[in-house]
């Protein structure tokens, strides 16, 4: 059974189930809210925070070959942990956070490469 997860910020309503997160961003008043869903990028190798938090885990270090859906890297925000995972095999190309940094939204934390 997956759990979902959510967390407020702003506008923002980023919700995450089943190990994928989703942003919805409200637009007008609060009796006549508009969600629009969040433009997400295609698989691309940099991986970015989803949300502002702290970096718990680094499961990797450059240079490494790992598989999709591995799990690279765990972030803390409101004490809910996210993910982040390879979105295809490929290798290491940079680690650019540690464990303990704050990281804001859409700061890079990895960059892998396909082989």
């Given amino acids: 059974m997956a759990i979902t997860k959510y967390l407020r910020q702003g506008s923002k309503l980023w919700v995450h189930h089943s190990g994928r997160t989703f942003v919805v961003e409200a637009e007008g008043s609060a009796t006549g809210l508009i969600t629009k869903p969040h433009k997400k990028k295609t698989l691309s190798g940099v991986l970015e925070s989803p949300m502002p938090g ?23 925000a409101m004490k809910m942990e996210y993910a982040l995972k390879a979105p295809f095999d490929g290798k290491i190309k940079e680690v650019f956070k540690t464990p303990n940094q704050l990281v804001v939204l859409s700061e890079k934390v990895l960059e892998m490469e396909k082989q």
């Fill in 54 to 76: 702290k970096i718990l885990k680094i499961n990797v270090k450059k240079g490494e070959v790992v598989k999709e859906n591995q799990t690279l890297c765990v972030i803390e």
